[in-house]
Nanobody, 124 residues
Framework: QVQLVESAGGLVQAGGSLRLSCTAS????????MGWFRQATGKEREFVAT????????AYADSVKGRFTISRDNTKNTVYLQMNNVKPEDTAVYYC?????????????????WGQGTQVTVSS
């Protein structure tokens, strides 16, 4: 069973930056495709970014493309989400997820393991 633990989010001003991390244990991290999703209050969970097992391939939601960067360090069993030029609409609970499929995946149903979520609030 894979366990995923996200770093603390926080409060950041619009235009600022924040980096989230998610550390995995209990599985072979380097074999998993990883993703970040988010859920704002009153809205459905939505895809943010995904990365394949090696880190070579990534994909992003249009809403974050050019502002967010997903990366991973397989030596540390950790995936990151660098958030730059954040906007108030980025306010949400952010979740990392692991998929037994080693490639990139944008659908939440394709992920097998989830973190507990971390709150990110962007003030205007």
């Amino acid at each position: 069973q894979v366990q995923l633990v996200e770093s603390a989010g926080g409060l950041v001003q619009a235009g600022g930056s924040l980096r989230l991390s998610c550390t995995a244990s209990g599985g072979t991290f380097s074999s998993y495709g990883m993703g970040w999703f988010r859920q704002a209050t009153g809205k459905e969970r939505e895809f943010v970014a995904t990365i394949n097992w090696s880190g070579r391939y990534t994909a992003y939601a249009d809403s974050v493309k050019g502002r967010f960067t997903i990366s991973r360090d397989n030596t540390k069993n950790t995936v990151y989400l660098q958030m730059n030029n954040v906007k108030p609409e980025d306010t949400a609970v952010y979740y990392c997820a692991a998929s037994r499929y080693s490639g990139t995946r944008t659908m939440a149903d394709n992920y097998n393991f989830w973190g507990q979520g971390t709150q990110v609030t962007v003030s205007s």
